[in-house]
């Protein structure tokens, strides 16, 4: 069977048996792009149709998604038998780690399923390396794609905080702050990243450090919100005051 790989964690990127395809134009990138996302499900035409033109579609939209996917076809080369025509719409298969995304979730299970941290910490490294960029952004009037997006966000900050989790269990410490650090400023509000970098901070030895950061969530969080931490932070910075 003929290798088709599609990348969303990132630009789009399409590639057939290991070489880059060029999918020009935006409509046409998009329609690869959704049914992509979709993961083997059958994408009716109207939701293809409200992705390309969110206002109304044109008369002749329908015949333009048509000459789309036919085009499509045509990028795939030998795997054009990939993109399917379905009862009312349209499925594109992609088996195992042909979807980055669909990659990304396997290495996530994988690492939760094993008992051993390290091992988990290296599915986890390779989970993160198939990020490349920012997130579709070529799509982000495409509302289906642009939540898509944000779902793919949120896996990743699931992938970085296991991942530091886990190489901190395992004692492989190098290259343990920086994730927690951006994972925390993605979000500033975000207690468990909050936690995480303190763990991270504290375990790599910089106490006085981890203590900074929580100072800093608390008067964060009082001042944006009037609330107070739950007492997991205080737990943990008496643990880290201890030197625990």
């Known amino acids: 069977m003929t290798a088709v790989r599609v990348e969303l964690l990132g630009p789009l990127r399409l ?6 395809v060029d999918v020009p134009g935006p409509k ?33 939209g329908r015949a333009a998604l048509q000459s789309h996917v036919s085009r499509l076809r045509g990028h795939l080369g030998a795997g054009a038998s990939r993109l399917v025509a379905a009862p009312g719409g349209y499925r594109l298969v992609l088996e195992g780690t042909e979807l980055d995304v669909a ?22 490294r390779v ?42 269990r395992s004692g492989r410490l190098d290259g343990v702050v920086g994730p927690a650090q951006a994972a925390l400023d993605e979000d500033p509000l975000r207690e468990p990243a909050v936690l995480l970098l303190v763990r991270a901070l504290a375990a790599t030895g910089d106490a006085a450090q981890a203590l900074a950061v929580g100072r800093e969530y608390r008067r964060r969080l009082a001042s944006e919100t009037g609330l107070d931490p739950s007492p997991a932070l205080g737990d943990l910075e008496r643990a880290v005051a201890a030197g625990e």
Do not use: K, N
């Open 28 to 60: 046409r990138r998009a329609v690869l792009a959704v049914l992509a996302a979709a993961e083997g499900r059958v994408v009716p035409a109207d939701h293809l149709l409200d992705a390309l033109w969110p206002a109304e579609p044109p008369e002749s």
């Open 127 to 168: 989970a993160r390396a198939l990020w490349r960029g920012p997130l579709l952004a070529e799509f982000a009037d495409v509302a289906p794609l642009a939540a898509d997006a944000v779902a793919y966000g949120q896996l990743r900050r699931e992938i970085t905080e296991l991942f530091v989790e886990r190489s901190i």
């Open 15 to 20: 590639t057939v048996d290991g070489t880059p």
């Open 103 to 124: 990659q990304a979730r396997d290495l996530l299970r994988r690492a939760r399923e094993t008992p051993d941290a390290a091992v988990a910490a290296d599915l986890l």
